[in-house]
């Protein structure tokens, strides 16, 4: 089994930018589709970004669309969310989540269709 863990996280101002990485530790993410989601105070969690496990797809919520960028580095067994243009609504803790599909040429946008998942790292925007 594979088990997702972020880093990355911090505090920045508005208009900041921060990369957050999801390494695979006791396994890979080559046969996973792997997706951010992020949970605010008082709020649902959300989904944010998911790749494909061939990296051929990669799948974004409209609100951070053109600001967020997910990539995968196989070498390296990570997957980056590069977010840039940072707003205060950014503000949340993340999670990295990994799911088994059997295209590897789709990621989910569903909490419910990822099975495992990292511990979440706080992502801080000040305005």
């Known amino acids: 089994q594979v088990q997702p863990v972020e880093s990355g996280g911090g505090l920045v101002q508005a208009g900041g930018s921060l990369r957050l990485s999801c390494a695979a530790s006791g396994g890979t993410f080559s046969s996973y589709a792997v997706g951010w989601f992020r949970q605010a105070p008082g709020k649902d969690r959300e989904f944010v970004s998911a790749i494909s496990s061939s990296g051929s797809k990669t799948y974004y919520a409209d609100s951070v669309k053109g600001r967020f960028t997910i990539s995968g580095d196989s070498a390296k067994n990570t997957v980056y969310l590069q977010m840039n243009g940072l707003k205060p609504e950014d503000t949340a803790v993340y999670y990295c989540?990994?799911?088994?599909?059997?295209?590897?040429?789709?990621?989910?946008?569903?909490?419910?269709?990822?099975?495992?998942w990292g511990q979440g790292t706080q992502v801080t925007v000040s305005s």
């Open positions: 989540a990994a799911t088994f599909y059997y295209s590897d040429d789709y990621a989910g946008d569903s909490i419910s269709e990822y099975d495992y």
